[in-house]
Protein backbone atom coordinates (compact mmCIF):
# COMPACT_ATOMS: atom_id res chain seq x y z
CA UNK A 1 0.00 0.00 0.00
CA UNK A 2 1.11 3.94 0.33
CA UNK A 3 0.96 4.53 3.74
CA UNK A 4 2.35 3.04 7.03
CA UNK A 5 -0.16 0.12 7.76
CA UNK A 6 -1.02 -0.88 11.12
CA UNK A 7 -3.08 -4.08 12.10
CA UNK A 8 -5.22 -4.81 14.37
CA UNK A 9 -6.33 -1.15 14.31
CA UNK A 10 -8.12 -2.67 17.38
CA UNK A 11 -7.47 -4.69 20.17
CA UNK A 12 -9.07 -5.90 23.47
CA UNK A 13 -7.40 -7.82 25.70
CA UNK A 14 -7.43 -9.37 29.24
CA UNK A 15 -5.01 -8.68 31.69
CA UNK A 16 -2.05 -11.20 31.37
CA UNK A 17 -2.72 -12.08 27.92
CA UNK A 18 0.42 -11.51 25.75
CA UNK A 19 -0.14 -9.21 22.41
CA UNK A 20 1.55 -8.85 19.41
CA UNK A 21 1.01 -5.49 17.06
CA UNK A 22 1.81 -5.11 13.77
CA UNK A 23 3.58 -2.71 11.48
CA UNK A 24 3.62 -2.26 7.63
CA UNK A 25 6.23 0.85 6.76
CA UNK A 26 6.19 2.31 3.44
CA UNK A 27 8.50 0.75 1.01
CA UNK A 28 11.82 2.13 1.29
CA UNK A 29 11.78 3.43 4.29
CA UNK A 30 14.80 2.75 6.20
CA UNK A 31 13.48 4.21 9.62
CA UNK A 32 10.93 2.65 11.69
CA UNK A 33 9.40 4.58 14.68
CA UNK A 34 6.94 2.95 17.65
CA UNK A 35 5.18 5.63 19.54
CA UNK A 36 2.34 5.27 22.23
CA UNK A 37 -0.23 7.48 22.86
CA UNK A 38 -2.72 7.63 26.52
CA UNK A 39 -5.48 9.23 26.87
CA UNK A 40 -4.84 12.65 27.12
CA UNK A 41 -0.87 12.26 26.97
CA UNK A 42 1.28 13.13 24.18
CA UNK A 43 2.81 10.83 21.52
CA UNK A 44 5.40 9.02 24.16
CA UNK A 45 8.94 7.38 22.09
CA UNK A 46 8.92 4.19 22.38
CA UNK A 47 11.55 2.45 19.77
CA UNK A 48 13.92 3.50 16.75
CA UNK A 49 14.78 1.15 14.08
CA UNK A 50 17.31 2.43 11.39
CA UNK A 51 18.66 0.27 8.48
CA UNK A 52 20.87 -2.43 10.13
CA UNK A 53 21.85 -0.58 12.94
CA UNK A 54 21.45 -1.79 17.02
CA UNK A 55 17.87 -0.18 17.47
CA UNK A 56 17.20 2.50 20.28
CA UNK A 57 14.78 0.91 22.81
CA UNK A 58 15.32 3.21 25.44
CA UNK A 59 11.44 4.38 25.61
CA UNK A 60 10.23 1.11 26.31
CA UNK A 61 8.58 1.14 29.50
CA UNK A 62 9.55 -2.10 30.84
CA UNK A 63 11.06 -6.14 30.30
CA UNK A 64 7.43 -6.79 29.13
CA UNK A 65 7.90 -4.64 25.76
CA UNK A 66 10.05 -5.48 23.06
CA UNK A 67 9.77 -5.36 19.67
CA UNK A 68 11.58 -6.44 16.07
CA UNK A 69 12.18 -5.66 12.41
CA UNK A 70 12.66 -7.71 9.64
CA UNK A 71 15.43 -5.68 7.61
CA UNK A 72 13.26 -2.53 6.56
CA UNK A 73 10.07 -4.15 6.09
CA UNK A 74 7.20 -5.36 8.98
CA UNK A 75 7.82 -4.55 13.14
CA UNK A 76 6.07 -6.20 15.19
CA UNK A 77 5.62 -4.39 19.23
CA UNK A 78 4.94 -7.04 21.71
CA UNK A 79 3.37 -6.91 24.99
CA UNK A 80 3.97 -9.60 27.46
CA UNK A 81 1.61 -10.07 30.49
CA UNK A 82 -0.49 -6.93 29.41
CA UNK A 83 -1.60 -4.82 32.35
CA UNK A 84 -4.28 -2.24 32.35
CA UNK A 85 -2.10 1.07 32.09
CA UNK A 86 -0.49 -0.67 28.77
CA UNK A 87 -4.24 0.52 27.29
CA UNK A 88 -3.30 3.30 25.02
CA UNK A 89 -3.04 3.87 21.25
CA UNK A 90 -0.03 2.59 19.55
CA UNK A 91 1.51 4.46 16.84
CA UNK A 92 4.17 3.34 14.40
CA UNK A 93 5.49 5.88 11.73
CA UNK A 94 8.17 5.24 9.41
CA UNK A 95 10.56 7.57 7.41
CA UNK A 96 12.57 7.40 4.90
CA UNK A 97 16.95 7.71 6.15
CA UNK A 98 16.99 8.58 10.06
CA UNK A 99 16.81 12.39 9.98
CA UNK A 100 13.38 12.23 11.41
CA UNK A 101 12.76 15.48 9.07
CA UNK A 102 9.70 14.00 7.88
CA UNK A 103 7.34 10.92 9.73
CA UNK A 104 4.63 9.16 8.06
CA UNK A 105 2.22 7.73 10.64
CA UNK A 106 0.30 4.64 10.06
CA UNK A 107 -3.22 5.04 11.92
CA UNK A 108 -2.57 3.39 15.02
CA UNK A 109 -3.83 0.25 17.04
CA UNK A 110 -5.93 1.17 19.65
CA UNK A 111 -5.72 -1.54 23.30
CA UNK A 112 -7.76 -1.88 25.48
CA UNK A 113 -6.88 -4.39 28.52
CA UNK A 114 -9.24 -5.02 30.83
CA UNK B 1 16.35 16.20 26.54
CA UNK B 2 13.42 18.38 25.29
CA UNK B 3 10.28 19.05 26.35
CA UNK B 4 7.02 20.45 24.69
CA UNK B 5 4.03 22.34 26.45
CA UNK B 6 1.07 22.55 24.37
CA UNK B 7 -1.25 24.94 26.34
CA UNK B 8 -5.15 24.47 25.03
CA UNK B 9 -6.34 21.16 24.72
CA UNK B 10 -9.39 22.27 22.87
CA UNK B 11 -9.68 25.33 20.47
CA UNK B 12 -12.99 25.88 19.56
CA UNK B 13 -13.59 28.47 16.78
CA UNK B 14 -16.20 29.84 14.25
CA UNK B 15 -15.47 29.10 10.17
CA UNK B 16 -13.15 32.00 8.89
CA UNK B 17 -12.15 33.47 11.85
CA UNK B 18 -8.33 33.38 12.67
CA UNK B 19 -6.51 31.20 15.58
CA UNK B 20 -3.92 30.22 16.98
CA UNK B 21 -2.39 27.03 18.70
CA UNK B 22 0.16 28.05 20.85
CA UNK B 23 3.01 25.83 21.51
CA UNK B 24 6.33 26.64 23.63
CA UNK B 25 9.40 23.86 23.95
CA UNK B 26 12.13 23.54 26.55
CA UNK B 27 15.97 22.42 25.11
CA UNK B 28 19.13 23.09 26.74
CA UNK B 29 20.58 22.20 22.83
CA UNK B 30 19.57 23.83 19.27
CA UNK B 31 16.06 22.75 17.79
CA UNK B 32 14.26 21.68 15.04
CA UNK B 33 10.18 22.00 15.46
CA UNK B 34 7.78 21.06 14.00
CA UNK B 35 3.29 20.46 13.62
CA UNK B 36 2.06 17.65 12.90
CA UNK B 37 -1.75 17.26 12.33
CA UNK B 38 -4.44 14.60 12.80
CA UNK B 39 -7.83 14.45 10.64
CA UNK B 40 -10.44 12.55 12.22
CA UNK B 41 -9.91 8.93 11.45
CA UNK B 42 -6.58 9.34 10.01
CA UNK B 43 -2.81 8.64 10.94
CA UNK B 44 -0.62 12.24 11.88
CA UNK B 45 0.79 14.13 8.93
CA UNK B 46 3.12 16.79 8.91
CA UNK B 47 1.99 20.73 8.66
CA UNK B 48 5.03 22.05 8.53
CA UNK B 49 8.26 22.31 9.81
CA UNK B 50 11.24 24.94 10.86
CA UNK B 51 14.69 23.49 10.40
CA UNK B 52 16.90 26.50 9.85
CA UNK B 53 16.53 29.98 7.90
CA UNK B 54 13.52 32.14 7.62
CA UNK B 55 12.01 31.65 11.13
CA UNK B 56 8.42 32.34 9.27
CA UNK B 57 7.00 28.83 7.95
CA UNK B 58 4.28 28.23 5.83
CA UNK B 59 2.22 25.12 5.23
CA UNK B 60 0.42 24.88 1.59
CA UNK B 61 -3.33 24.95 2.94
CA UNK B 62 -2.60 28.45 4.99
CA UNK B 63 -1.35 27.72 8.36
CA UNK B 64 2.22 29.33 8.95
CA UNK B 65 4.49 28.87 12.46
CA UNK B 66 6.97 31.71 13.96
CA UNK B 67 9.77 30.27 15.43
CA UNK B 68 10.86 32.79 18.33
CA UNK B 69 14.38 31.71 19.92
CA UNK B 70 13.71 33.86 22.63
CA UNK B 71 10.29 33.06 23.82
CA UNK B 72 10.88 29.36 22.66
CA UNK B 73 7.96 29.09 21.33
CA UNK B 74 6.39 27.86 17.84
CA UNK B 75 3.16 29.22 17.90
CA UNK B 76 0.69 27.45 14.80
CA UNK B 77 -1.86 30.53 13.28
CA UNK B 78 -3.94 30.97 10.65
CA UNK B 79 -5.96 33.90 9.25
CA UNK B 80 -9.43 32.34 8.48
CA UNK B 81 -10.19 28.67 9.21
CA UNK B 82 -12.53 26.26 7.69
CA UNK B 83 -14.26 23.27 8.68
CA UNK B 84 -12.43 21.34 6.65
CA UNK B 85 -9.58 22.65 9.07
CA UNK B 86 -11.19 20.37 12.12
CA UNK B 87 -8.42 18.32 13.78
CA UNK B 88 -5.95 17.54 16.38
CA UNK B 89 -2.82 19.77 15.99
CA UNK B 90 0.78 18.30 17.25
CA UNK B 91 3.75 20.59 18.38
CA UNK B 92 6.81 18.31 18.67
CA UNK B 93 10.85 19.24 18.91
CA UNK B 94 14.02 17.54 18.29
CA UNK B 95 17.72 18.23 18.61
CA UNK B 96 19.24 19.46 15.53
CA UNK B 97 22.66 17.33 16.38
CA UNK B 98 23.67 14.54 18.11
CA UNK B 99 23.24 11.02 18.52
CA UNK B 100 19.73 10.59 18.99
CA UNK B 101 18.31 13.63 16.60
CA UNK B 102 15.57 11.47 15.10
CA UNK B 103 13.61 11.26 18.35
CA UNK B 104 10.82 13.58 18.22
CA UNK B 105 9.32 14.90 21.45
CA UNK B 106 5.40 16.01 21.29
CA UNK B 107 3.20 17.90 22.75
CA UNK B 108 -0.44 16.37 24.12
CA UNK B 109 -2.20 17.76 21.40
CA UNK B 110 -4.95 20.79 20.59
CA UNK B 111 -8.73 19.78 19.27
CA UNK B 112 -9.24 22.37 16.73
CA UNK B 113 -13.24 22.40 15.77
CA UNK B 114 -14.32 24.55 13.71
CA UNK B 115 -17.72 25.27 13.29
CA UNK B 116 -20.32 26.71 10.92
Known amino acids: GAGVSQSPSNKVTEKGKDVELRCDPISGHTALYWYRQRLGQGLEFLIY????????KSGLPSDRFSAERTGESVSTLTIQRTQQEDSAVYLC????????????FGSGTQLSVL | AQSVTQLDSQVPVFEEAPVELRCNYSSSVSVYLFWYVQYPNQGLQLLLK??????LVKSINGFEAEFNKSQTSFHLRKPSVHISDTAEYFCAVRGSSGGSNYKLTFGKGTLLTVNP
Open chain 1, 93 to 104: ASSFGGSGEKLF
Open chain 1, 49 to 56: FQGNSAPD
Open chain 2, 50 to 55: YLSGST
